[in-house]
Nanobody
């Protein structure tokens, strides 16, 4: 089992920045990928950004150039630096870890961007 603890959400004005963190614990060997997804009210959960065990990154088109995903050297904490935030970025952000091709989810952290 993998446990995920997220932090860093909050309320910010449009144009501002936030940094999300997600710390993994438990069975953390052989993690294939870590990432962030988000779900806005009335919408489906969508991919925001992912980073593989090899360091390859992938971003949703809507966040390219504004968000950056990274991780610590131990590859157990993943970060999402969010700059130039827009009201449409408002959502619950979920951390996701894939280990031995099984997915685990965090509890979610609310990000609200006011106009």
């Amino acid at each position: 089992q993998v446990q995920l603890v997220e932090s860093g959400g909050g309320l910010v004005q449009a144009g501002g920045s936030l940094r999300l963190s997600c710390a993994a614990s438990g069975s953390i060997s052989n993690i294939n990928a870590m990432g962030w997804y988000r779900q806005a009210p009335g919408k489906q959960r969508e991919l925001v950004a992912t980073i593989t065990s090899g360091g390859s990154t992938n971003y949703a088109d809507s966040v390219k150039g504004r968000f950056t995903i990274s991780r610590d050297n131990a590859k157990t904490t993943v970060y999402l630096q969010m700059n130039s935030l827009k009201p449409e970025d408002t959502a619950v952000y979920y951390c996701n870890v894939v280990r031995v091709f099984r997915g685990y989810w965090g509890q979610g952290t609310q990000v609200t961007v006011s106009s």
